[in-house]
Every structure is written in C-alpha cells, then in structure tokens.
C-alpha cells in the first residue's frame, strides 16, 4: 500500500515561507501525479481544499488563491514531493495533505486514493 508522509509545517507569521515535503514510499514514484491539498477549520463542508497538483510529466496546476506565492515540485530520485509557499497569509493556515493517483492529474480530491497523514499549517497575523 502506498504510503506518504507530509513533513515541515508550523507556526509562522504572515508574509513567511514555508516548505512542504511529501515523501513517498512503497511505490514506483515517477507515474504517479501529485496533489497538494488542504482543510481549514470551519470552511463550509470542511472539504479539501485544491491547492497544486504536479503530473508525472512535471506539468503544474495551482488554485487562484495561491498562484505566484507557492510553487509545487518533485524530485523522482528521492520519491518526495515539495511545496514551497512564500508570502503566507492567515488565510493559508489549514492542514495541508498529499495525494497521490496514477491515470491522469486531478484536481479533485475524491479522485485521489492515497494520502497522507497532514501537517498543520499556522500563519499568525
């Protein structure tokens, strides 16, 4: 079974950066797309929320709400996906998780199989 570890959340004050690993174990990495999500507390539904989504191929999407702030990344030789976020803001502050599924980048979270367990992301004002 896939597993995935999300690492390098915390507290931070806006305007702050963060990066966010997503190491990937007990599969062949490199076909698998990636997607970064996240859940805040409160928001209606409580949904994951899409945040990047990186394909095997290296093509990226991004949410409006985070576009020219975080950049997603892989590396395929370490298994491990990365967000890089700059400029946090308050409104960033959630659980962030990885996801991985094979056939094609979505960015739907119900269309992705495996996650991760989170890491919490807090950005104070």
């Known amino acids: 079974q896939v597993q995935l570890v999300e690492s390098g959340g915390g507290l931070v004050q806006a305007g702050d950066s963060l990066t966010l690993s997503c190491a990937a174990s007990?599969?062949?990495?490199?076909?698998?797309?990636m997607g970064w999500f996240r859940q805040a507390p409160g928001k209606a539904g409580n949904e994951h929320e899409l945040?990047?989504?990186?394909?095997?191929?290296?093509?990226?999407h991004y949410a409006d709400s985070v576009k020219g702030r975080f950049t997603i990344s892989r590396d395929n030789a370490k298994s491990t996906a990365y967000l890089q976020m700059n400029s946090l803001k308050p409104e960033d502050t959630a659980v962030y998780y990885c996801?991985?599924?094979?056939?094609?980048?979505?960015?739907?979270?119900?269309?992705?199989?495996?996650w991760g367990q989170g890491t919490q992301v807090t950005v104070s004002s």
């Open positions: 996801a991985a599924r094979l056939r094609g980048v979505s960015s739907s979270s119900g269309q992705y199989p495996d």
């Open positions: 007990r599969l062949t990495f490199s076909p698998y797309d």
């Open positions: 945040v990047a989504t990186i394909a095997w191929s290296g093509g990226t």
